[in-house]
């Protein structure tokens, strides 16, 4: 996206592990996941996550961040989630 105030937004699907990840709304998910990273302009990097073309979108634990590198933290929530054990958003630096 490039409007001067729109958020930067990054959206993959992704398998999850065993353990699957956890959502704050309904605990744990598993299976073909999408993961939608939202950098805001408030500051935050906000994590979204669903069965892969469900309508219902969760709230990955752990979300919202402050600012890191949206696309670094994008890419290692989704390394986490694809090795489960109920991934959560990942540290600010990961």
């Known amino acids: 996206m490039n409007g001067m105030n729109a958020p930067q937004e990054w959206q ?7 353990g ?3 959502t704050d709304e309904v ?6 996941l999408t993961l939608r ?3 805001g302009s408030d500051g935050k ?3 979204e996550i669903q069965y892969t ?8 634990s752990g979300s919202p961040l402050p600012h890191g590198d949206p696309h670094a933290l994008h890419t290692a929530a989704l390394a986490a989630i694809r090795a489960g054990h109920g991934a959560q958003a990942p540290p600010v630096g990961s």
């Open 27 to 32: 605990g744990v998910i598993t299976g073909p």
């Open 37 to 39: 990273t939202v950098a």
């Open 45 to 47: 990097v906000r994590f």
């Open 20 to 22: 699957g990840a956890m």
């Open 53 to 60: 073309d469900a309508d219902e979108w969760y709230t990955l």
């Open 12 to 18: 993959d699907q992704v398998l999850a592990g065993p």
